[in-house]
């Protein structure tokens, strides 16, 4: 069923797909193992390939601000995820993101989903 907000949707997974790369989103899944070395238990995780933006924050006075009560610091990065199917939306403090090599952890999520039923992109703050 078409909605008024293929255009946008169809937009940005065209420029995700053109200008965006791949990243690894490392999930808990909310179970855990048994470590005998440690006697403790592991999170386990998930590992899955989606599509990603990265950008740099711009710099505010002294190169730091607020973002959802949360600090922006030098080096964390604004990302943007392609929902897809099969993965939840990260979970701030607990999920990670590898991209281009480097393993950033997850501060503030925003799920961006103007009809309420579909999730058209995730936005992260990611700080190494």
Avoid: C, H
């Amino acid at each position: 069923m078409a909605t008024a907000l293929d255009p946008l949707i169809r937009t940005v997974y065209q420029l995700m797909t053109r200008y965006g790369g791949n990243a690894e989103l490392i999930q808990e899944t909310g179970a855990t193992e048994y470590d005998p070395e440690t006697s403790t238990g592991i999170a386990v995780t998930t590992t899955t390939t989606v599509r990603a933006l990265s950008f740099e924050y711009l710099a505010k006075k002294d190169g730091l601000g607020t973002l959802s009560n949360t600090l922006v610091e030098a080096g964390d990065k604004w990302f943007f995820i392609k929902p897809q199917p099969g993965i939840t939306m990260p979970k701030p403090k607990k999920d990670n993101v590898i991209f281009n090599g480097v393993k950033y952890n997850v501060i503030t999520v925003k799920d961006t989903n103007p009809s309420g039923a579909l999730s058209i992109l995730w936005e992260l703050q990611l700080r190494e």
